[in-house]
């Protein structure tokens, strides 16, 4: 099974319209402390943080399936978060190996890309709802 790609657009669809669809944020605790996270409130869902990498090391979380998977069913849709969309491809790759049949990445990812002026733009944090934790 592979990771399909969404929009932050389809990705706000999914998650507002289907009731089991979930948000896993894949980003580190620091950056969910010090750069935010995604506010689901208005659609009264959670978002799932799971480390697919550690701060400080880096060193992958070999607990990220089992943690991740964590009561959740290998069919409901499993939308992948991190900062610009490569952590949460890879993330997303592993739990489709484990079974899971319905994953996205979100492509944009929460900062998005680097613009000329060296900063991030096009994510999930310029577009759509999120807090400081």
Do not use: Y
Not at 24 to 29: A, K
Not at 52 to 81: H, I
Request: charge should be negative; charged fraction near 20%; hydrophobic fraction near 40%.
């Amino acid at each position: 099974m592979s990771v399909a790609e969404i929009d932050l657009d389809h990705a706000w669809e999914r998650l507002s319209s289907e009731a089991t669809a979930v948000l896993i944020d894949v980003r580190t605790e620091a950056e969910w402390s010090f750069v935010g996270i995604p506010d689901l409130s208005t659609i009264n869902k959670p978002v799932k943080l799971v480390e697919w990498t550690t701060f400080p090391s880096g060193a992958p979380n070999a607990d990220f399936v089992a943690q991740a998977s964590d009561g959740l069913d290998p069919s409901q849709p499993l939308l992948m978060l991190c900062r610009s969309g490569a952590r949460s491809r890879a993330a997303g790759s592993a739990l489709a190996a484990a079974g899971f049949t319905d994953v996205s990445n979100v492509s944009a990812g929460f900062e998005g890309d680097v613009g000329p002026d060296n900063h991030r733009h096009g994510g999930w944090k310029e577009a759509l709802p999120w807090i400081q934790q």
